[in-house]
């Protein structure tokens, strides 16, 4: 399953805006973020009614799915239950980490978001908490406490603790004239994901770097 991180907090304690934030901090590191929301009420739509799909849905199709250039969506309804965190994941083509709003009952690291006046006391098992998110000082409750604005460190936190480690067989060495050459993380992750995308094996690569050639001739 693709590394998952669950945001979690009371209702109306501000997840979805902090969400806002982490995505494109983890995005501007060069991961592909996918979301997962959790809709605690039965039933939802979110297609338009009158259009098209809806009306295919309306007609009696228990799967509608529309495709464009670049986009597809589908919408699977009468599945007569809640499905698992784990089958929803499993519709997730490509993606680094897993975002989820909500599932706080899931088995799953949490990042707590904690604010004064919304939260008497934690929601999340301490053996699962990754992080808090709060606005408000907070005691020793064994996992770090982040600002509700710092969303680059809670980026840095998931990408060391959760994303690194579940692609650590997959390295870049760099040698240079028979010594190894230490090269930026951020340029290392760009070339694997270059690598990935164009369906490399894990393996040997030859890079030639040639000299512009000069033009010495006088005019």
């Known amino acids: 399953m693709i590394p998952t991180v669950s945001i979690v907090g009371k209702s109306g304690v501000g997840k979805t805006t902090f969400m806002e934030k982490l995505i494109p901090a983890l995005r501007r590191r060069g991961w592909r973020v996918a979301t997962v929301k959790h809709h605690a009420h039965p039933g939802f739509d979110f297609d338009i009614p009158g259009k098209d799909t809806w009306r295919h849905a309306k007609a009696g199709s228990s ?8 986009k597809l969506a589908m919408i699977w309804d009468e599945i007569g239950r809640e499905p698992k965190l784990e089958e929803a994941i499993a519709l997730v083509p490509e993606a680094d980490i897993v975002l989820t709003e909500g599932y706080h009952w899931a088995r799953t690291p949490k990042i707590e978001v904690f604010r004064a006046g919304y939260s008497d006391e934690l929601r999340s098992d301490p053996d699962s908490l990754l992080a808090i998110v709060s606005d408000s000082r907070i005691g020793d409750v064994g996992a770090p406490v982040f600002d509700l604005d710092d969303a680059e460190g ?16 997959d390295r870049l060495d760099f040698i240079l004239n028979g010594e190894p050459v230490s090269i930026d993380k951020t340029l290392e992750k760009k070339l694997l994901d270059l690598l990935r995308k164009a369906g490399a094996e894990p393996g040997e690569a030859i890079i030639r770097w040639k000299k512009r050639a000069e033009n010495a001739r006088a005019g």
């Open 154 to 169: 809670v980026a840095e936190l998931i990408e060391n603790k959760i994303i690194l480690p579940s692609i650590g067989q």
């Open 63 to 70: 799967t509608v799915l529309i495709v464009s250039p670049g």
